[in-house]
Each structure stands twice: as C-alpha cells, then as structure tokens.
C-alpha cells in the first residue's frame, strides 16, 4: 500500500502561484510515475503533469509553460509549481501515483485532493 498527503492549495488571483506537494509512504517501488490531475465541478478529472522514475514528464496542453513539475525521489515527494494561474484552473487537485511490482502488476493510487480556486 501507498498513502499520498498532498499540501499547498489554496485561493490565489488570477496571474498568481502556488505550488503544491505531494508526499508519499509505504510500500513504495523503484518503478514508478507520479504526478497530478485536476477535477473541476461537473467535468472529468484530467491529466495535469506527471513525471516518471526516469525524468520523462507529461503534461497536459493547458498547462504547458505555466506548471513544472518536480520530484524528490529522497524525500519520496513530487512538486508542481504553477505560475500564471487562471480561473480555469481552478479545481480539485489530485495526487497520482502508479508503480510496477515485481510481477509485472501495475498499482495506482490517489490522494484526498487539494483545493486550488484561482478568483479574484
């Protein structure tokens, strides 16, 4: 099992930043990709960015050149610093993380979510 704590959401104006944490514990494999996705009230939740083991990153269309993300592979946590935010982003803000065991078995896990409203 893994368990994510993410931290760092908020209300900002639109043209701020923050920049969200996510921490993870437990049984946690060298194979893995973390990351982000949002769910705004009424869509379905979406990619956001995520970073894989070996540096490769993903992110999504809307967020390219405003959001990086990050990883401390020490401290087990991945950041995502977002800059430039609009009022479309506003939204709740998931914590991913999916890893590979030994078996060749894909797990996926989720955080609780974090808030993030960009209103001025």
């Known amino acids: 099992q893994v368990q994510l704590v993410e931290s760092g959401g908020g209300l900002v104006q639109p043209g701020g930043s923050l920049r969200l944490s996510c921490a993870a514990s437990?049984?946690?494999?060298?194979?893995?990709?973390m990351g982000w996705y949002r769910q705004a009230p009424g869509k379905q939740r979406e990619l956001v960015a995520t970073?894989?083991?070996?540096?490769?990153?993903n992110y999504a269309d809307s967020v390219k050149g405003r959001f990086t993300i990050s990883r401390d592979n020490a401290k087990k946590t991945v950041y995502l610093q977002m800059n430039s935010l609009k009022p479309e982003d506003t939204a709740l803000y998931y914590c991913y993380h999916k890893q590979l065991d030994g078996l060749g078995r894909w797990y996926v896990y989720w955080g609780q979510g974090t808030q993030v409203t960009v209103s001025s």
């Open positions: 437990g049984s946690i494999f060298s194979i893995n990709t």
């Open positions: 970073r894989a083991d070996t540096g490769t990153t």
